[in-house]
């Protein structure tokens, strides 16, 4: 599926192609609440980071996020990075070099009409505001941490690959 995506105010447009267009992931970290995710969460899919074109690239900053893992005193950068329109602060894609065939857009930042999940996965609820309530289907799945399944395996075992 060819999604087209922007910024609030224009100065960054994007297009990629997705495989894993459903955006059912609602990450509670407090990276993604803090950058994206006004309602306590943030939702980002997957797509094919070879096919992603970008106007207004001179209008894209780059965040790297602290990390203190538990039970150390030192905080790490993270590889990650959350790409944001600098005129505005729209968070448009996250990109990290582990995974350099994927690219996540924030389906916050997606223009293109996407299919509605059957189910949501609630993740990272160990890092949940506690503010936030979080809001769970019967069918939803619900994580402290990351779950096992990958966006593309809970794609293919709903059927629902592109």
């Known amino acids: 599926m060819k999604l087209k995506g922007s910024c609030h105010c224009g100065a960054v447009r994007f297009s990629l192609e997705s495989d894993t267009p459903y955006p059912y992931q609602r990450c509670y970290c407090s990276i993604c609440r803090k950058t994206q995710g006004g309602g ?3 939702v980002n899919i997957g797509g094919d980071a070879s096919t992603l074109k970008v106007q207004g690239r001179d209008d894209v900053n ?3 996020a602290k990390l203190k893992r538990h039970g150390e005193s030192r905080v790490h950068t993270s ?7 600098r005129r505005c602060g729209s968070a448009l894609w996250l990109y990290s070099p582990e995974w350099p065939e994927l690219v996540h857009p924030f389906a916050s ?3 293109t009409p996407l299919p509605t999940p059957p ?8 890092y949940k505001a506690p503010w936030v309530e979080v809001k ?3 069918k939803d799945k619900q994580f402290k941490q990351f779950p096992r399944e990958s ?4 794609h293919q075992r709903l059927e629902l690959l592109k």
């Open 151 to 154: 966006l593309f395996e809970w």
């Open 109 to 111: 930042a997606i223009d």
């Open 119 to 126: 189910e949501y996965t609630h993740l990272l609820l160990a």
């Open 40 to 42: 306590g969460y943030a």
């Open 62 to 64: 780059v965040y790297h």
């Open 79 to 85: 590889t990650a990075q959350r790409h944001f329109c």
């Open 136 to 138: 769970a289907g019967r």
